[in-house]
Nanobody, 120 residues
Framework: QVQLVESGGGLVQAGGSLRLSCAAS????????MGWYRQGPGKQRELVAT???????NYADSVKGRFTISRDSAKNTVYLQMSSLKPEDTAAYYC??????????????WGQGTQVTVSS
């Protein structure tokens, strides 16, 4: 069982910044990958950024240079610092973890989502 608590979404003007956080807890042996996906109105869910247990990062082209993903492995927490926000960044942002469960099975879990709205 994994629980994810997301925070940090909200309303911001274009050009502004927001920081999302996602803390994982529960019964798992380790977390391999943590990340963020988003789903805008009428769009499919898409990758925003991921970070591995060895801090290898991956970003969508649309956010490179504007967003920074980081993690605190001791706290099982992932952060997404978003800067130079654009109206097209408006979406529900979902935390994602790929973890190893109690019986050494790999599985994934999604957060409930936090809304980010960027006004023009």
């Amino acid at each position: 069982q994994v629980q994810l608590v997301e925070s940090g979404g909200g309303l911001v003007q274009a050009g502004g910044s927001l920081r999302l956080s996602c803390a994982a807890s529960g019964s798992f042996r380790s977390i391999n990958v943590m990340g963020w996906y988003r789903q805008g109105p009428g769009k499919q869910r898409e990758l925003v950024a991921t970070i591995s247990s060895s801090d290898v990062t991956n970003y969508a082209d649309s956010v490179k240079g504007r967003f920074t993903i980081s993690r605190d492995s001791a706290k099982n927490t992932v952060y997404l610092q978003m800067s130079s926000l654009k109206p097209e960044d408006t979406a529900a942002y979902y935390c994602y973890v790929n973890y190893v469960g109690q019986y050494y099975l790999h599985d994934v879990y999604w957060g409930q989502g936090t809304q980010v709205t960027v006004s023009s």
